[in-house]
């Protein structure tokens, strides 16, 4: 393919300007959203689109989100939009929350991957949302990380992995809710969380009345939603908290890293003198670990480890979204 020499950082007074230019002539641009970067391409372009699942070597029958600036918007792109999808992005739009709705007849569009629907979301990210308010039109954004890796939530992160492949890295801090929004199922009555993400089934039916299905585990079949995702470059393996004793009385290997959340874990790796810059805690509440998460994996990866031992949290619907992408970023520890 033919590379960009170098990606260039938007990070002046100019860079929403800059954005928006680069956008209208079909180019990719990473943008800041409020969960992870996405790596934006004017939706009604196909070749804008294809340079994005070029970018990041994604097969392309694996469907994009397309961003719009609000929901007047959805008409655009979807067909038989229920009232119950209406509800949904009257309460959680600006938000980290994607509707899969039955796509408009004759979309045809890359974005959907040959599928019959599409999936939209209105981010709650300022810079993303005056982007998407100038274009007046859809912007396409996977999380802008090369197909299996972490997902970006800096604009180091984004350089890193597609320096070189992609025009410009808009700058825009790091990303509040640091995980990819809930996808919902919307094309029938029955909702269907097909992606744990920030908002789960209780706040949804706490702010809206609405009953959403939710599966514990993430195995819906959906393009894009493989087993290994969301991989750092050393091994990952899982270990429950009650492994740690046996597992630290066979390990020599001074290159490990830790990746824990329980006092329980931390007590039993200190006591068997790992040396704490090797251990990282992360926080035993559900929303903040999230948060934390892809920060903290890419930072315990980018110390080269031979491998990251990650405390495996507990099975529940609120760890539901760390789960999802814990269990395919890693493999499970055995003895
Ligand atoms: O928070 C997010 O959702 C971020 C930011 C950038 O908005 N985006 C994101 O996109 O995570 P991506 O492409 O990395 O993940 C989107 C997931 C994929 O697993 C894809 O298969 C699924 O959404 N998806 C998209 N359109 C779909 C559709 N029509 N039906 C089923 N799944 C769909
Ligand atoms: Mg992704």
Known sequence: ???????????????????????????????????????????????????????KGRPTNHPLIVHIPDKTHMQQW???ISDSAITLANA????PLTLILNAKDNLNSPVTGGLPTIGLRVPAHP???????????GLAAPSANRYKQLSPINAAHVMGDLNGRISAVLEGGQCDVGIESTIVDATTDQLRILR????????????????????????????????????PHAPAILINTDDFDSHLSKITDEQVQYLIYSTAAQQHLLASHIAPHRITKLSSCPVEYAKNMYKTLHLVDETSPTVIYI???????????????LNRATTVYKE
Do not use: S
Not at 92 to 95: I, S, V, Y
Not at 127 to 137: G, M, P, R, V
């Open 1 to 55: 393919m033919k590379l960009h020499q170098p990606t260039q950082l938007l990070n002046n007074e100019t860079c929403i300007i800059d954005a928006v230019a680069l956008l209208k002539a079909g180019e990719c641009v990473a943008l800041p959203t409020e969960t992870v970067y996405g790596l934006a391409a004017d939706a009604t372009n196909a070749n804008a689109v294809a340079k994005i699942f070029t970018a």
């Open 78 to 80: 979807a067909k038989d």
């Open 92 to 95: 959680f739009w600006p938000g």
């Open 127 to 137: 810079q993303f949302l005056a982007i998407l308010k100038q274009l007046n039109t």
């Open 196 to 231: 744990p993400g920030p908002i789960n089934a209780a706040d949804i039916l706490q702010k809206t009345g609405l009953n959403v299905a939710t599966p514990l585990a993430h195995n819906e079949v959906v393009p894009g939603n493989v087993k290994a995702h969301y991989q």
């Open 311 to 325: 405390e495996k949290p507990p099975v529940n619907v609120e760890w539901a979204a760390v789960n999802d992408r």
